[in-house]
């Protein structure tokens, strides 16, 4: 069985990630594009021999070669397709942030209960394949109990306009990278956050966004680990992404940038890289960030009914600790979650 996808987005994180992952899964061919553009759909769908393309979600809901919409929008596309997906009978995957609000995520899956459909929370954390590693070192005892777990997610600027409107991105910061933190967090403990505070500012664009553009996160999780996040849209320079995770035997760093982790001899050469030593091999960033496994799962998931580990759900426990944070940032006090 091959499912039928349609991608909602062309931008970005559609044309570099979710596109050229299902092209690699042998389980699932992209059937349509949707984006807000006509020619930003053609343009993505002509590159990977997708057959149809357009600017109207219903009428691709209405295709029956239509299986699964893969929501890869900003943030105010995501509660109003995935609502739509569901009452058509369609599966979905709705990428990071589940939605602006809380409310937004419950009406999700309120939707998706009533029809009967899944969806999917694209949560690429947890499936990073070091994350992966980490997470069976973890599980086999290496470093002893976990009992404090760190996040660093940042970036100089967001790439695209939207991020800075929070009438269409839903927040700053805290929503659109904290999300990421917050979930490598919470993979880690293996237990419900009870409560957040959180501290930020608006330090290098405040011109541009009322949005947060910096966010430090003190997180407490039932089991009592303590959980620090660090999340901007301020770093000046160059992005960082890294993870630590301390127990009473060991820790483990998670450098996700720094990537030399094989080496490859080749007489030919081919598609993938040039003849001779490749050092580093050209790693495709859906394949180092975990969106092919991620994808692969949510195919294999729909395809055996298996329950997933990123299932809607974990997108709402996640919104209800950013919009507990978002309530610390002007409280000025731990809040519970
Ligand atoms: N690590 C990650 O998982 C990660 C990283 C970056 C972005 N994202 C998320 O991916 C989503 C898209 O971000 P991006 O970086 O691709 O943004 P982008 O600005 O590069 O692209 C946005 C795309 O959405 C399309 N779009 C806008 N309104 C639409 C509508 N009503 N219907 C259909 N398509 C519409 C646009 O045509 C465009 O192709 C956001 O939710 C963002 O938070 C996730």
Redesign the pocket.
Same mark, same amino acid.
């Given at each position: 069985m091959t499912l039928g996808i349609c991608v909602?987005?062309?931008?970005? &994180? @559609? *044309?570099q990630?979710h596109v050229p992952a299902f092209d690699r899964i042998p389980g699932a061919r992209v059937v349509r594009i949707? @984006?807000?553009?006509q020619d *930003?759909?053609r343009a993505l769908a002509e590159r990977h021999s997708v057959p149809a393309w357009g600017?109207d979600?219903a009428e691709a809901l209405s295709d029956p070669d239509v299986d699964v919409v893969d929501v890869?929008? !900003? !943030? +105010?596309? %995501?509660r109003d397709?995935v609502v739509a997906a569901a009452a058509a009978g369609k599966h979905a995957i709705c990428?990071? !942030?589940l939605g602006r609000t809380v409310a937004e995520g419950e009406e999700m899956l309120a939707a998706v209960a009533a029809a009967g459909t899944r969806l999917f929370y694209?949560?690429?954390?947890p499936f990073i394949p070091a994350v992966q590693e980490a997470k069976r070192l973890v599980d086999a005892g290496h470093i002893g109990r976990v009992f404090r777990v760190k996040a660093n997610e940042g970036i100089g600027h967001p %790439? *695209?306009a &939207?991020?800075l409107d929070p009438a269409r *991105?839903g927040g700053g910061a805290i929503l +659109?990278m904290a999300v %990421?933190s917050l979930e490598f967090c919470r993979y880690f403990a293996e237990s419900p956050v009870t409560s957040v505070y959180a501290d930020g500012g608006t330090f290098l664009w405040a011109d541009e966004t009322d949005a947060e553009d910096t966010a430090v996160l003190t997180v407490r999780f039932e089991n009592g680990v303590l959980g620090q996040c660090e999340d901007s849209w301020s770093l000046v320079g160059a992005m960082d992404s890294r993870f630590e995770v301390f127990g009473t035997g060991g820790r483990i760093l998670i450098d996700n940038l720094h990537r030399q982790p094989i080496q490859v001899i080749s007489t030919a050469g081919s598609a993938a890289a040039p003849a001779g030593w490749s050092y580093p091999m050209p790693i495709a960033g859906m394949v180092a960030?975990g %969106?092919l496994d991620m994808l692969t799962h949510f195919v294999e998931c729909i395809t055996t009914g298996a329950v997933s580990r990123s299932e809607g759900q974990v997108g709402l426990d996640v919104l209800q600790v950013v919009s507990a944070a978002t309530t610390s940032m002007t409280s000025g006090k731990r809040e519970d979650v």
């Open positions: 909602v987005g062309a931008g970005f &994180w @559609a *044309s990630m949707v @984006a807000a553009t *930003s759909a600017t979600l890869v929008a !900003p !943030p +105010d596309v %995501h397709a990428i990071k !942030p694209a949560e690429n954390v %790439h *695209s &939207w991020f *991105s +659109d %990421h960030d %969106h």
